[in-house]
């Protein structure tokens, strides 16, 4: 492995989780995952994350499905997305680590 | 940007976490899907292997460094692909989740 004149290795780790919506819910999924954090979802400290997995299934009206590791939900409304999050358990330390300033 | 570094024997190795992305997939015949918040364009590139130029936009609120991408899907020009990058500080312009206001206090 090469290393260049002494210099520490530089790793940069991006975590990209991709999600599939039609043009109706995009809006609501994206200020779900990008907007401020809502308390009544997640009480710790940290911002937790939160990923899609086959439990989507649950829900009859709401048709998903799983493609390579991609997710597709549709029809979902704003208030069932909410609830569908408060069921995935937490995921946290492996995404966000937003501690000390940007 | 902070990073840690954790010696590994002789090689120092540096690891840099990014914030995490969320790269959305949409069947959109516009680009630029409304999501609530405003932006401002800052950059266009072209692809490689692709017809369609990537756009770049950044939160134009206060002290909000969220950023996103836009670009269309060589494979599928229908899709529009766009990749957010980090987390909003602040409620979205149009009030429609005005349900989740409240005061956020820095950690």
């Known amino acids: 492995m090469a290393i260049n004149g002494g210099q520490p290795m530089k790793v940069v780790i991006i975590n990209t989780k991709y999600v599939e919506t039609d043009v109706r819910s995009f809006k609501s999924i994206v200020q779900e995952l990008t907007g401020k954090e809502s308390l009544t979802i997640d009480n710790s400290s940290k911002p937790t994350t939160r990923f899609y997995d086959k439990r989507m299934n649950k829900k009859p009206r709401v048709s998903s499905a799983e493609v390579n590791g991609l997710v597709l939900m549709k029809n979902l409304s704003f208030k069932e997305l909410e609830k569908l999050f408060k069921e995935i358990p937490s995921v946290d330390n492996l995404l966000w680590n937003i501690d000390g300033n940007k | ?107």
């Open chain 2, 1 to 107: 940007w902070r990073s840690s570094a954790s010696e590994k024997s002789k090689l120092k190795v540096r690891r840099k976490l990014r914030e995490p992305r969320f790269c959305f997939q949409t069947r959109s015949d516009v680009d630029v899907l409304d999501d609530g918040y405003k932006w401002r364009k800052y950059g266009q590139k072209v692809v490689k292997n692709s017809l369609h130029p990537r756009s770049y936009y950044r939160c134009t609120h206060n002290n909000c460094r969220v950023k996103k991408r836009v670009e269309r899907l060589s494979e599928d020009c229908r899709m529009v692909i766009t990749t957010y990058e980090g987390r909003h500080n602040h409620t979205p312009s149009d009030d429609s989740n005005s349900s989740e206001h409240e005061c956020f206090t820095s950690f």
